[in-house]
């Protein structure tokens, strides 16, 4: 019997399909990509057509190794990785590696009929008669897909590679740009400052509570006066018209009843899938993905054994293959009834430029009902699976179908007629509704309807006014992005793919580009700046029309339509110019000196903003670095506080939700300070510091500001707790806590008590960063009886507390019983 080896990508898809393919195949995993770019050069010759220099990726050496002496043995090997760009690099680099396994030529020629011993096969699903069909059916290695990912890779490497340096040099070194992730970023960035900017203006809305002969009574919205639609835009104009009213005769002028239908919701593609889970679960884009990932290479269903529950989870079709579509239209039949199968499969558009070879995203079988499985699920799992379940099944499902009813009515006063309308709906089939409804970010007109329940009413009837209700409201800003109105927002303008929105919402995070505010995304100071210098210098690659664009460029390269080279020239132009640009005119943010109407504490010098490596600071003008004997005050800037006059100040209240579990999330205190924590501890121990997300109420105290005479509040910032007067922006003064004692490295600042980021305590000079004096332990002004150290410190031991010296060399230490003493008064005073 002919042998084969297998390769896939993962340990867990090889050990399913190896229980497919039975004894004469050998199943490995490569562990993900084997050869890429080297790290630490650019890795392509721009001179020379874009060659580049693919190097096994350091560690990936003994996998190598280990693939190449199987294959040695073997007739045939088949490479499997997953069936888009991504796995067609794979399965190119590992035929690269292996193109020279083969022990002769006469063993080559044992391969299939066309002479190939490597081979390529997919699958969209894996299942035992995907697997099969698909090992009927092998293919040769498809080079337009290989080239559309080098020619992503590539334009990734240019920029990270050309641009990061730059932000290196003039803002802090481990900053870094990104193709697609900065424009992500700018439309955060972009839609902050549209909140900041945005005026709200006034509206009113005049309801009206009618009751007709039959009840139940029922509000109608004032909507115009004698046939033209009139707009209530304050308070005087509102009780203009409620004066009006009074006494005026209520009668039906007309009522229209129609039937609607709504229509199912095609399957999931990839961005859909992220996008309802997160409103749905509360899972973060790459929780959903990683979950889909172990749903698709296979679970252990008891007997059954090793099964992939779904179809590949990284795609943007609705295609369904005929075969699910009977087997869903059986299940559908028998388990619901025939009125609600449609008389022929539903069918759904993809979106421009989609996959179409792949399906969307559905169960393998959709006669397996989540609750058959459950018990074999992770909690995490079930949800995820029983979410793509209900919506495949629910696709396939006749329409919903509400009796819609809108109702015009007149109140008739002296001088004029006025115009009031309700509508309201009825459901009166549930149709597709049965199994599943789509989630949303907000109300809209449909909820709104089905609010309303209608007494029957005809044209000409009397209604009776119970009363009237002017209320007023203000227009709100956007608002913030979150997960999943960011993924449809760049789904919608065409920047990146399905497959790298959770790539690009991690990376904006993990640089601290953007910060969570009650789950919605505001970009940190940073991120700001990041933002401000590149779409300045390079705006044509940062441009969000641009790099849709180039994204359609890279699909015909997929589709073998254009050549790589060809798309990464035309690139590169654009981008050598602003690069050239760039290099000249960019702001250097490290030499930053912005005048403020603030003054120095120390001196009443005017105060400047200033650029360190944690972000801006103030720090007092008259300060000369060749003179020791100037000023040298700094304090924190409070910039990055968020404005809790915006629209997401309900976000900053809101439960925050695990985004592993979807559980509460609570605040607790550990000996790093407070973080979040998730309620299903010890089954889910996701945490989460405090600067990486929600904020931390502020809390206000009774001492006043001294520069303005308000309240002081305890803030919480990046580096922990802060106190700062309550009136900012306006006013920017941010208390040190000064313990009395005077600095002795530089012998001029005051040694002040910090928090670092982890949230623990520390001592440091006032005249930071110009003073790099730190301590660990809380110094107090004795000098050491035994060295002549300049000061001792305050140590609390297990023995109990002591006054010691903190020169390693030198071992006094005295007992100091009248610590413990405080140190209980101030728990008992917290109590």
Not at 58 to 71: D, I, Q, R, T
Not at 205 to 221: E, G, S, V
Not at 718 to 725: D, L, N, Q, V, Y
């Amino acid at each position: 019997m002919a042998k084969g080896l297998v390769i896939v990508e993962s340990p867990a898809k090889a050990k399913t399909i190896q229980k497919y393919l039975g004894k004469g195949f050998t199943v490995e995993a490569s562990l993900g990509h084997v050869k890429d770019l080297p790290k630490s050069t650019l890795g392509v010759d721009i001179d020379n057509d874009f060659d580049t220099e693919y190097i096994v990726i350091p560690g990936k050496e003994k996998v190598l190794a280990k693939l190449k002496k199987l294959a040695l043995g073997m007739d045939h090997i088949y490479l499997a990785p997953d069936p888009d760009r991504e796995g067609e690099a794979i399965a190119a680099h590992l035929a690269e590696e292996l193109g020279d396994g083969s022990k002769s030529k006469k063993r080559k020629k044992k391969g299939d009929e066309n002479g190939n011993r490597i081979q390529r096969v997919t699958f969209n699903e894996i299942t035992q008669r995907a697997v099969k069909e698909a090992f009927e059916h092998p293919r040769d290695i498809d080079r337009a897909l290989v080239d559309a990912q080098q020619a992503r890779r590539v334009l990734d490497r240019l920029v990270g590679y050309q641009v990061s340096p730059l932000l290196w040099d003039k803002v802090r070194r481990g900053l870094s740009a990104g193709r697609v992730q900065t424009v992500a970023l700018r439309l955060i960035v972009e839609r902050e400052r549209e909140i900041k900017a945005f005026e709200k203006k006034e509206y009113w809305t005049i309801d009206a509570n009618l009751a007709a002969p039959k009840p139940p009574a029922f509000d109608a919205r004032f909507v115009g006066k004698n046939e033209e639609k009139v707009e209530v835009t304050n308070g005087e104009d509102a009780e203009k018209i409620r004066a009006a009213l009074e006494g005026a005769n209520w009668l039906v002028r007309t009522v229209d009843r129609k039937e609607r239908r709504r229509n199912a919701t095609p399957p999931f593609t990839t961005s859909k899938l992220q996008q309802d889970s997160s409103r749905k679960l509360r899972f973060s884009v790459k929780r959903t993905m990683m979950i889909a990932q172990r749903l698709y290479e296979g679970v252990e269903l008891g007997e059954e054994g090793l099964v992939g529950l779904i179809t590949y989870m990284r795609t943007d079709s609705t295609r369904v293959s005929n075969e699910a579509l009977a087997e869903v239209r059986e299940y559908i039949s028998s388990q619901y009834g025939k009125e609600y199968l449609p008389e022929s499969a539903n069918t759904f558009k993809s979106k421009k430029g989609a996959q179409e070879a792949h399906e969307a995203i559905r169960p393998t079988s959709a006669m397996r009902h989540p609750d058959q499985i459950k018990q074999y699920l992770k909690e995490d799992e079930f949800k995820v699976y029983k979410l793509i379940w209900q919506r495949f099944v629910a696709s396939q499902i006749a329409p919903a179908v509400f009796d819609q009813t809108t109702v015009d009515i007149d109140a008739k006063s002296k001088d004029a007629t006025f115009w009031f309308r309700v509508t309201g709906s009825v459901l009166k089939f549930d149709g597709f509704l049965k199994v599943y409804e789509e989630s949303k970010e907000g109300k809209d007109d449909d909820d709104e309807e089905l609010k309303h329940k209608l007494p029957p009413l005809e044209p000409g009837q009397k209604l009776t006014l119970k009363s009237l209700n002017p209320e007023q409201h203000f227009t709100e800003p956007p608002p913030r992005y979150n997960e999943a109105s960011l993924v449809k927002e760049l789904e919608e303008r065409g920047i990146g793919r399905p497959s790298t929105y959770s790539a690009i919402l991690s990376t904006i995070q993990e640089r601290q580009y953007v910060q969570k505010l009650g789950g919605k995304f505001s970009p940190t100071e940073i991120g700001l700046v990041v933002t401000d210098l590149l779409v300045e210098n390079f705006r044509d690659i940062f441009d969000i029309q641009y790099t849709a664009k180039l994204e359609e460029q890279l699909d015909e390269v997929e589709d073998g339509k254009e050549k790589w080279t060809d798309a990464l020239d035309e690139f590169y132009k654009k981008f050598a110019k602003d690069l050239r640009y760039a290099e000249k005119h960019m702001e250097n943010v490290k030499r930053m000196e912005k005048p403020t109407d603030e003054k120095c504490e120390r001196c009443g010098s005017p105060l400047v903003i200033k650029w360190g490596k944690h972000g801006s600071f103030y720090a007092c003008s008259s300060y000369d670095k060749e003179n020791k004997d100037s000023c040298n005050f700094t304090k924190e800037n409070p910039i990055n506080l968020p404005d809790l006059d915006s629209a997401d100040v309900q976000g900053t209240t809101q439960e925050e939700y695990c985004e592993n579990c979807g559980r509460v999330m609570v605040l607790k205190r550990g000996r790093f300070g407070q973080f979040m924590a998730c309620t299903g501890y010890p089954d889910c121990k996701t945490t989460r510091r405090l600067d990486q997300g929600k904020r931390v109420p502020d809390i206000p105290l009774d001492e006043p500001c001294p520069k303005c005479g308000r309240n002081l509040m305890i803030r919480h910032g990046r580096f922990g707790e802060f106190t700062a007067c309550s009136g900012y922006p306006e006013c920017k003064y941010v208390k040190q806590n000064f313990i009395g004692v005077k600095c002795t490295l530089c012998a001029d600042g005051e040694l002040v008590e910090k928090k670092a980021r982890k949230g623990n305590t520390f001592y440091g000079c006032s005249n930071y960063p110009n003073c790099k004096f730190t301590a660990a332990h809380k110094p107090i002004a004795e000098k050491c009886p035994s060295c002549g150290n300049d000061f001792l410190v305050e140590k609390f031991l297990k023995s109990g507390p002591v006054i010691a010296c903190p020169n390693k060399e030198c071992e006094y230490e005295r007992p100091a019983p009248e610590l413990a003493t405080a140190a209980g008064a101030t728990v008992e005073a917290e109590a």
